[in-house]
């Protein structure tokens, strides 16, 4: 590992913690030629998802951009962003656990939307707004009836 501070070649590990429940590893580094210290994140490299948009159109899949949207859903709400990295990491499981190289955006769309409502409504809504593009109320009716049902207790006879 080459020292970003001086570029030096010959660096240490000082220390080394699994995090993402194992899914990478975080090491403490330090340069032996000027002391600098820094971190470093392993991550098991896998082949590349390609996304299939509605329109046709394919694109690689980015964590980063999923990870983004789900962020910007969760704005000013009490989800955390260990919570998001979770559910993030959750999704990005699916993905790869299905074993298809080129997966469809409303897969993806539909993952985000199943944590998403498992973290925050306010957070789903706002996803889903943008998701199934609601042009007037009565989408965002329709959407809010729909989670009031789930909520329901089921009535035993």
């Known amino acids: 590992m080459k020292c970003h501070h001086c570029q030096a070649t010959d660096t240490k590990v000082i220390e080394s913690r699994d995090v993402t429940d194992g899914q990478a590893i975080r090491r403490r580094r330090m340069c032996t030629l000027c002391g600098e210290r820094f971190t470093t994140y392993e991550r098991l490299e896998r082949p590349q998802l390609v996304v299939v948009k509605s329109d046709g159109k394919r694109q690689l ?31 990005e499981a699916a993905l790869y656990g299905c074993g298809e190289s080129e997966i ?20 789903y809504v706002r996803f889903a707004s943008v998701y ?26």
């Open 132 to 157: 199934r593009r609601f042009t007037d109320l009565s989408g965002f009716e329709r959407e809010l009836t729909h989670i009031k049902e789930q909520k329901q207790p089921v009535k035993h006879i």
């Open 61 to 91: 899949f980015s964590r980063e951009k999923l990870q983004k949207g789900m962020l910007r859903a969760c704005e000013k709400t009490p989800v955390t962003s260990l919570q998001i990295e979770q559910s993030v990491a959750e999704i």
């Open 104 to 123: 469809a955006s409303a897969k993806i769309g539909d993952l985000v939307m199943d944590q998403l409502r498992k973290l925050n409504e306010v957070a």
